[in-house]
């Protein structure tokens, strides 16, 4: 049997039973200190939890929304990735694609097209990004995008005139779904026009995006694109790569730069790749400083639960010398003394770990199901606040933080040892 965790066990349920009173039933200095112990400890891990969560439900969203504009690693003209000058195409024919799917780690590929444009009504005119996909475009984030009509007809092959754009386009032009919209291409010698019918409009709150792009069928784009291209080459500006595993997009690119890049297509245009991480660093950046902010919170809470807990076993050793001089009497060593207020000080900090839990968890569920935290869309590019709950993060905070309060607890329970059970007994 475990002496010291038995004695510390009907110690902590002595307390329970007598509503942390003394012995004798009088009013205990120690809790009000015990309570705001625990109280530390739950806000402690509660505050983790939250930070946790907002931090990996933010950072997640807006890197989808950031891959769901594009992709994860983009193959295209080594002049087109080092200029951003989408006039150098690349001939994305069958045998590349088949090529780029079977590198390992890639789900899904296909081919985009980008022109710029000038959209007009009667009254007013927005230019704008347009990018042609075809049928092979994943089309499932920008599905879930939708505020109002349905995604249009994408096709490789024929002209669908149809156009998805942003809720800002639209109510910058005053468009509505089904309304016809001229759009201007300039070429090389002339201005080229055509008629889109708004198909859908779709809202990301990205607004880097959301104020530049517009979706239509791949053939369109690529014949204005590329009037020259040669019949039968699939002309386009590049091809989008969708990973199995973001964190794995590194290890995917170097295969990608091994098997593809500095090779040659079969109209002799250099290939060469660049990840999502390189054509947008700044947002990229900004999402990274967040970790420093959650390491941060983290270790200042799990200082304040050490330091309220601390207190809190000192005030109940200071309380408890009675029973400290009883046991020493009774031939307890000073090791078995200390493993004992220790296993005590155990039982409260996991009640205020649990309490913690319950509450931090409780107003994750809370935004998750009812966004009731809103935040400005325009800066933060949300909203209302994500939220995203990681059991196994989850576990590790309640493991850590149990794990650093039982070493905080160390020290305190040395004092423990040192009361004279003569003087305690005799003051008794």
Avoid at 312 to 319: F, N, Q, Y
Avoid at 338 to 346: E, H, I
């Amino acid at each position: 049997m475990n002496l010291p965790l038995y004695i510390a066990r009907h110690l902590y349920a002595e307390r329970d039973a007598k509503g942390n009173g003394d012995a004798k039933g009088g009013k205990s200095v120690s809790k009000p200190a015990v309570r705001i112990a625990m109280l530390g400890i739950a806000i402690g891990v509660a505050v983790m939890i939250v930070s946790v969560s907002v931090v990996l439900g933010f950072k997640h969203t807006i890197r989808d929304k950031v891959v769901g504009f594009g992709s994860h690693i983009v193959v295209s003209n080594y002049m087109t990735l080092q200029t951003a000058d989408t006039s150098q195409p690349i001939n994305a024919s069958d045998s590349l694609m088949a090529r780029l799917g079977k590198i390992e780690g890639v789900r899904h590929v296909e081919r985009y097209t980008l022109k710029q444009g000038v959209l007009k009504t009667d009254r007013d005119f927005f230019g704008v990004m347009f990018k042609g996909v075809g049928e092979d475009y994943d089309t499932t984030f920008l599905a879930k995008s939708m505020v109002e009509g349905r995604m249009p007809r994408l096709s490789s092959k024929k002209n669908t005139r149809q156009l998805l754009i942003s809720k800002q386009i639209a109510q910058r032009l005053k468009l509505k779904i089904g309304n016809k919209v001229y759009a201007y291409f300039l070429g090389e010698n002339d201005v080229r026009t055509r008629v889109f019918e708004v198909a859908g409009i779709y809202q990301t709150n990205l607004t880097k995006y959301d104020e530049t792009f517009c979706f239509t069928d791949l053939y369109t784009i690529s014949r204005l694109s590329y009037p020259d291209a040669k019949e039968g080459n699939m002309e386009v500006t590049g091809c989008e790569l969708l990973v199995n595993d973001f964190d794995s997009i590194d290890v995917v690119e170097d295969r990608i730069i091994d098997n593809v890049n500095k090779t040659l297509d079969s109209e002799g245009r250099t290939l060469s790749s660049l990840t999502v991480r390189d054509i947008n660093p700044e947002i990229f950046s900004w999402l990274d400083l967040l970790d420093l902010n959650v390491w941060i919170i983290l270790i200042l809470m799990v200082c304040v639960a050490g330091f309220t807990m601390v207190s809190g076993l000192l005030i109940i050793i200071l309380e408890r010398t009675t029973v400290i001089g009883l046991l020493k009497t009774l031939g307890a060593r000073n090791s078995l003394v200390r493993k004992t207020f220790r296993w005590l000080a155990v039982f409260i900090v996991l009640k205020g770990m649990l309490i913690g839990d319950i509450l931090g968890i409780g107003i994750c569920l809370l935004q998750q199901y009812t966004g009731v935290m809103k935040l400005d869309a325009e800066t933060y590019y949300v909203s209302e606040v994500p939220v995203e709950l990681n059991w196994v993060l989850i576990l590790m905070l309640n493991v850590a933080t149990l794990l650093i309060c039982t070493a905080a607890l160390v020290l305190p329970s040395f004092c423990a040892s040192m009361v004279n059970p003569a003087k305690t007994l005799n003051v008794e």
